[in-house]
């Protein structure tokens, strides 16, 4: 038996001889100490599981994510258009060419969104 154990076990027994003085037998005690032990071993075979879980859900979801995001998660399909095409669309968005590369033109409307204020 290790240290831990055998402290464990000295405690609970010291115990015992304090419920004895209460009235409470040792039948009694030995009793309960065991269902105590074993309520204990339960709840620590769900901690373990409960960790084990979570770990694992960390592990999918992370799976998930890389496939989502090299489209591996859903077949792409070829008609399908476009992005920033579908972008352009849906914002109502101007796209204008910079160097080759494309572009929203938040000018269009007024001032820049983030615009310091005068005043």
Request: hydrophobic share 40%.
């Amino acid at each position: 038996m290790n240290n831990l154990s055998q402290q464990s076990v000295s405690k609970a027994w010291n115990f015992g001889h304090v419920l004895r003085d209460d009235g409470v037998s040792y039948m009694g005690y030995t009793e309960q100490i065991t269902l105590l032990l074993f309520v204990q071993i339960a709840l620590g075979q769900i901690d373990t599981a409960i960790d084990h879980d979570l770990a694992r859900a960390v592990r999918l979801r992370q799976a998930i994510l890389k496939r989502e995001f090299s489209g591996q998660l859903v077949p792409q399909d070829a008609a399908d258009e476009p992005a920033a095409a579908f972008l352009g669309r849906i914002e109502g968005t101007n796209r204008i060419s910079d160097g080759g590369h494309e572009r929203a033109d938040c000018n269009r409307d007024g001032p820049p969104p983030f615009a310091a204020a005068h005043g």
